[in-house]
Structure formats: C-alpha cells, structure tokens
C-alpha cells in the first residue's frame, strides 16, 4: 500500500529528499513555470501531506496540476486498527532511529577530537610547534554524557529493556 506522500511524490520531478518525510520539487502548476524546486513536500506525522509552494501557488492548483484531490492528501479512513498502529509504529521507530544516529555522531565527534589532541599531545614536535595547545581534560563534557544518555535511553525504547 503507499502512503499519500508516495503518490505525491511519484507524480513530481526533480524530488529531492531533505530527510525525515521532507523533500523539495519543482510546482507542477503550468502558470508557475518553476525552473528550480519551490515546492515543499512534507509528511505530518499521521501521515497528511503538506504542501507549500513558496512562489506562492495554492494547495488545491498544486493537488490539480498532478491529477489527484484533496483527499489523496491524506491517509483514507479504511485503515484498519491494526494498520494505523503499524503506521504510527514505524514512524516512532524512524523518529528514534534518527534521534540515535544525531547522538551518535556528536559522541564521534567528540571521539574523534579526543584521540586525536592525545595522539598528538604525546608527539614532541607537535608539542614544539603548539606550545599553547592543551589536551583535553579526562573528565567528559557534559554534552557528551547527555548523548550518552540519550542513545542508552534511545536504545531502550527502540529495542525494549
């Protein structure tokens, strides 16, 4: 089955994804005649789709231009329970999966700048060309304990106790 945001999605050129149910694409409106992407295209998290043609073009002439209507925009009331759970479910997990990946990357980050000031503290001709340059105290910064906590957390709620 696809999502409404699919079916607006397939029927738009040059779709460019901007991440977490967002993209970008040109405004299928004839009077338009868009040349670069101008055409917001997001995903709410019970699956309506938005639209926001920033050149100013109106929902309804956009849900026209690409052959559809105003209830293609969102999920239809057939879903059953056990479908919308599923939905809602698998947005949950996408919303915790990138919430892990953002942690992740501060805690690299701050990996990585660690090993590199202690490698290069213990070189001498490092230590002669930067004399003012410090390592970084063993003790973690506080962001980095909060990204620690959030992944932990993150962890649990993705994959239970």
Same mark, same amino acid.
């Given at each position: 089955?696809?999502?409404?945001?699919?079916?607006?999605?397939?029927?738009?050129?040059?779709?460019?994804?901007?991440g977490? *149910?967002r993209?970008?694409a040109?405004?299928?409106?004839?009077?338009?005649? %868009?040349?670069? /992407?101008s055409?917001?295209?997001?995903?709410?998290?019970?699956?309506r789709?938005?639209?926001?043609?920033?050149?100013? =073009?109106?929902?309804q002439?956009?849900?026209?231009?690409? *052959?559809?209507?105003?209830?293609? +925009?969102?999920?239809?009331?057939?879903?059953?329970p056990?479908?919308? !759970?599923?939905?809602?479910?698998?947005?949950?997990?996408?919303?915790?999966? =990138?919430?892990?990946w953002?942690? +992740?990357?501060?805690?690299?980050?701050?990996? &990585?700048?660690?090993?590199s000031?202690? &490698?290069?503290w213990? %070189?001498?001709?490092?230590?002669?060309? =930067?004399?003012?340059f410090?390592?970084? /105290? %063993?003790? /973690?910064?506080? !962001?980095?304990?909060?990204?620690?906590?959030?992944?932990?957390? *993150?962890?649990?709620?993705?994959? *239970?106790?």
């Amino acid at each position: 089955m696809t999502t409404p945001t699919e079916t607006v999605i397939n029927r738009l050129n040059k779709v460019r994804s901007l991440g977490n *149910g967002r993209y970008l694409a040109l405004c299928p409106v004839p009077e338009h005649d %868009d040349r670069s /992407p101008s055409l917001s295209i997001t995903e709410s998290d019970d699956g309506r789709v938005l639209l926001k043609c920033f050149a100013g =073009c109106n929902t309804q002439e956009i849900v026209a231009a690409i *052959g559809l209507e105003m209830k293609d +925009l969102f999920h239809s009331s057939t879903l059953n329970p056990i479908e919308k !759970r599923h939905y809602h479910h698998r947005k949950t997990i996408e919303e915790i999966e =990138c919430a892990l990946w953002h942690e +992740l990357l501060v805690l690299l980050q701050f990996l &990585q700048t660690r090993i590199s000031d202690r &490698q290069n503290w213990k %070189d001498s001709r490092f230590r002669a060309q =930067c004399p003012e340059f410090r390592p970084m /105290p %063993d003790n /973690p910064w506080d !962001r980095e304990l909060l990204a620690v906590r959030r992944i932990r957390r *993150g962890l649990e709620m993705r994959y *239970g106790n």
